[in-house]
Structure formats: C-alpha cells, structure tokens
C-alpha cells in the first residue's frame, strides 16, 4: 500500500503520521503523534498496509458488530480511558477459578504467564487458585443445559492485591453477564482492575455434561489449538484492562466476537490501532517483542501465527 493511497483520516484514527519520503515503499517512514522524540522503528510496525492488516469488513448477521452498535475508539479517544501500570502496582496476576468443574490445568496456565509477559510486558504471577462456588450467583443455561455462574457478581468477589496492575480469573465454567445474557467469553472492570474469563467454550466437549472437561487428545488441532484460543481470549480482556475497547477498524484482537466461529476468525495479533494503543502505555521495542512472541508460537508448533510476525518484520526490516 503506497503513501498515498492510504486515507488522511485512518492515520488519524491510528495515531501517525506519515513523513515525506522519495521512495515509494510498503511501510514508509512514520512518527507517532504522542512521541517527542519518535522511534522510528517502532513506529514503522504502525503503518497500516495490505499484507498485514485487513480493514473491517460489514459484520454479518449474528455476529458481534450487527448486534451491538460500537462506534470505535480511535487513539485520541483512547488517551482519556487509559489504566497504566505504575512503579508499585505493576504485576499481572492470573487466579484459577473453580466452582463445579475441574481448574484449568498447570501446564496450559504455565504458557498463558509466559505469554502474558511477552505480549504485555510485565511480570505476571500465577495465584492460587479459589473456589468461589459459594459466593455467587449461578444458573442451567435454558439452551446449552450447562452450569454457568454470574461473570459480574464474580468481578465484584475479586481480590485485588496492592501490587496488581490487573488481576485476571480463568476458569473452564461457562459464563454469563447478567440474566438476560445467552453466555459471555468474559468480562473486565477497568476501574477495579480485574476480569474474568472462560476457555470452556472453546472446548469441543462443550455442552455435552453439566461441566465442561479438558481433554487435549479429543480436540482438534490438539491442545496447540486451546492454546491460541486460550491467549486470544486472554489478551483481549487484559487489554480492556488498559482502557482499550472493541476495535471496529481493522480485523483484530481486540474486536468483540458473538460465538466460537467468530472468534477463531480473530486475528491473533493488535492492529495498528490498538498497537499504538499499548505501545502508548508500555513503551516496548515492538521488533524484540514480535521476536519473542514467534518464539513462542514456534513452540507449541503454531506455525500460522510465527508466518505473520516474520512477515511482519520482514515488511519493516525492508523499509529500513
């Protein structure tokens, strides 16, 4: 995507600015419009083109955007809604929920922490786990005839220690965010720093007992596929823990998602917007960042995922 074929008012929206340049290339020179002194580098990642990120496409029926009317945050926005972290209250706390079901297991909380620090970077902490069967209110779903629990009463139960920046509770029963919800995938209070998540219903046994049951071998794709739900669901509501809302302008990690199917099609990754969201906040060297993060998805073989960030930083690498 040349310079100029790029919308004025999208860069707008993602926060940059394209500098003058002879030469026509891919990811042209940018500056971020909230650095003083720019990373170049850096702000190269942000640059909107073809290969990489996909605009937004007309939601079709049942999925998110057709039904609920989201009109977007643009950086701008974003800038009077941020949740940072500070010098004593900067750990990432991941709690195991429990209530009728079994907790999500050890080693799949195990790459979730490493891959909580690698997208967000920070120190992140795996609490022990609690069983808070007892202490909110839980219901059958009249459709699915499984065990779910209120996902906003659970917020309200949650402990938050001083040195949290966000405390996030995962757990494999199913939600839901109040009566008149069909389920949630999970649920985040900015202003108390927590969210809630459920990986139940990215399991194929879903809805077959009262309770769903991890079983790696019985899932498609094996538990490398949990793994890629279970960290795209948990970035998504950590990054609502920041301030950043749905994204309605590119396909995206953050954009909201009606079903399972819906889900799966998310990208992985942050588009430019939401990146420069982030990078606002923490301010990593997003090169080093994407290294990590291939690393990563390298090892647990999912290899879609290492595909896009090589290509990534080849893009920008060229542009140098």
């Known amino acids: 995507m040349e310079t100029s074929a790029v919308d004025v008012k999208l860069l707008q929206v993602i926060g940059i600015q394209v500098l003058p ?15 003083k002194v720019p990373s170049e580098k850096n702000s190269r990642f942000m640059y909107p083109d073809l290969e990489s990120f996909k605009q937004k496409k007309k939601s079709k029926s049942g999925e998110w955007l057709a039904e609920h009317k989201e009109s977007g945050q643009n950086f701008n926005q974003f800038l009077s809604h941020i949740n940072r972290p500070g010098c004593h209250r900067k750990i990432l706390y991941l709690i195991p929920l429990i209530f009728e079901e079994e907790p ?12 909580a620090a690698i997208f967000f970077g920070l120190p992140v902490k795996i609490g022990k786990k609690r069983n808070m069967f007892k202490d909110v209110p839980n219901r059958i779903n009249e459709h699915t005839h499984n065990f779910q629990v209120d996902a906003s009463a659970v917020l309200d139960k949650m402990e938050v220690p001083s040195d949290a920046f966000c405390v996030a509770g995962i757990t494999l029963c199913d939600l839901y965010p109040k009566p008149s919800w069909n389920f949630v995938f999970g649920l985040a209070n900015m202003s108390k720093s927590c969210g809630v998540y459920s990986l139940a219903r990215y399991l194929s046994n879903f809805g077959s007992t009262r309770n769903t049951v991890y079983k790696p071998e019985e899932e498609k794709g094996g538990e490398a596929t949990f793994i890629r739900r279970a960290c795209k669901v948990m970035c998504h509501e950590i990054g609502h823990m920041y301030g950043i809302r749905h994204c309605v302008f590119f396909e995206c990690l953050m954009n909201g998602s ?5 889900a799966d099609k998310r990208p992985s990754f942050l588009c430019p917007v939401c990146l420069n969201k982030l990078y606002y906040v923490m301010k990593f060297d997003i090169e080093e960042r994407y290294c990590k993060m291939a690393e990563f998805w390298r090892s647990h073989g999912l290899m879609e995922e290492v595909g896009w960030l090589e290509r990534r930083l080849t893009i920008v690498a060229g542009a140098m």
């Open 21 to 35: 340049d002879k030469e026509k290339r891919s990811s042209p020179k940018c500056r971020t419009v909230h650095e």
């Open 104 to 115: 999500v297991p050890a080693n799949i909380l195990r790459s979730l922490s490493e891959y």
């Open 258 to 262: 009606n079903h399972l199917q819906e």
